[in-house]
């Protein structure tokens, strides 16, 4: 039996609202995906106030653009597609880094394990992709996060393929030293606490 995504009875009422443009609507609809999306414009944005801007921006861009939803599949996941893609915007208008190179064309995807973070929380884990620089930033999120391919990100960010996995190579590395450096310093601290009682 295929099970169809559906939009619930409320959610139809809001949607409806904001096709005609009515604010009560619009502040319904703000202020139920406001803090999931604006954790989305965290992981790409480099900063808070970056972020900031971009929650208002895209929700412009969802407001301009919501008599385009046709009631079919995830209205969370239509409204997140627009706030990845006004994110890769801002960072192709913004974005003050050197053009992307493939860094090590040879270096293995699979250096880095995948489950590295899972002693970490949600939020630690936000603070260290964002100390990334743009590229890795930008790159790591869509593939690792969002689920697109390389080339799929190749050709949202003009790069190549080869260059978008290096990009993601490269930034779990990094994030792999974060992450290892974030634990040997909680260990210390933990350690330090039993040793002094």
Not at 72 to 98: A, Y
Request: overall charge positive.
């Amino acid at each position: 039996m295929k099970i169809e995504h559906q939009i619930l009875p409320d959610f139809s009422e809001i949607i409806d609202g904001c096709k005609k443009g009515n604010r009560k609507f619009q502040e319904k609809l703000y202020g139920h995906f406001a803090s999931k999306m604006f954790a989305v414009c965290m992981r790409y944005a480099p900063s808070r106030e970056d972020a900031e801007d971009l929650l208002q921006e895209g929700f412009l861009k969802v407001f301009n653009s919501i008599n385009g939803f046709k009631n079919e599949g995830s209205f969370e996941g239509w409204i997140r597609r627009i706030f990845v893609h006004t994110s890769i915007e801002f960072f192709r208008k913004n974005s003050k880094m050197h053009p992307m190179i493939e860094l090590n064309p040879v270096l293995p995807e699979a250096a880095v394990s995948e489950d590295i973070f899972s002693t970490i929380n949600a939020n630690e884990l936000m603070k260290m992709v964002q100390r990334l620089s743009d590229g890795y930033r930008i790159t790591f999120n869509l593939y690792a996060v969002e689920g697109f391919t390389h080339r799929e990100i190749g050709e949202m960010l003009n790069i190549n393929e080869g260059t978008s996995k290096s990009q993601v190579a490269r930034a779990r590395i990094l994030l792999q030293k974060m992450l290892s450096d974030h634990t040997k310093k909680n260990f210390k601290n933990d350690y330090s606490v039993v040793y002094e009682r």
